[in-house]
């Protein structure tokens, strides 16, 4: 047999490790595919303030509640609960939104995770 067309075991293992990565990689595209479509909770919180149950009981209709926040503070953008990042209140058309002026670096959202 003709040893010149035969792959050496390097070349054979390299070979088989690239297989093995790209199936790897292609796996980890469709965990992330599927993390993709989790639905979230996105609220804005224009502030906060504190009631006694006695309070909130005798809350009604026209009650005003007054927050912590100033008219031009930032509002806080919350997902699932913990804070994403700050913005200012906008309206488009005749909706609200929020223009983003903030987003909490990668590793302190980690750090809220937890």
Same mark, same amino acid.
Do not use: C, H, W, Y
């Given at each position: 047999?003709d040893s010149r067309n035969?792959?050496?075991?390097?070349?054979?293992?390299?070979?088989?490790?690239?297989?093995?990565?790209?199936?790897?990689?292609?796996?980890m595209d469709l965990k992330?595919?599927?993390?993709?479509?989790?639905?979230?909770?996105?609220?804005?919180?224009?502030?906060?303030?504190?009631? +006694?149950?006695?309070?909130?009981?005798?809350?009604?209709?026209? +009650?005003?509640?007054?927050?912590?926040?100033?008219?031009?503070?930032?509002?806080?953008?919350?997902?699932?609960?913990?804070?994403?990042? +700050?913005?200012?209140?906008? +309206?488009?058309?005749?909706?609200?939104?929020?223009?983003?002026?903030?987003?909490?670096?990668?590793?302190?959202?980690?750090?809220?995770?937890?």
């Amino acid at each position: 047999m003709d040893s010149r067309n035969l792959l050496s075991e390097e070349e054979m293992n390299a070979l088989l490790n690239e297989d093995s990565s790209r199936e790897d990689e292609l796996k980890m595209d469709l965990k992330l595919k599927l993390v993709l479509d989790f639905p979230l909770e996105v609220s804005v919180r224009l502030g906060e303030a504190q009631k +006694t149950i006695g309070q909130l009981l005798n809350l009604n209709v026209g +009650t005003v509640i007054e927050l912590d926040n100033m008219v031009n503070d930032p509002v806080d953008l919350v997902v699932n609960g913990k804070s994403f990042a +700050t913005g200012e209140v906008i +309206t488009v058309d005749e909706t609200f939104g929020i223009r983003l002026t903030n987003i909490i670096k990668t590793e302190d959202r980690i750090e809220n995770l937890r």
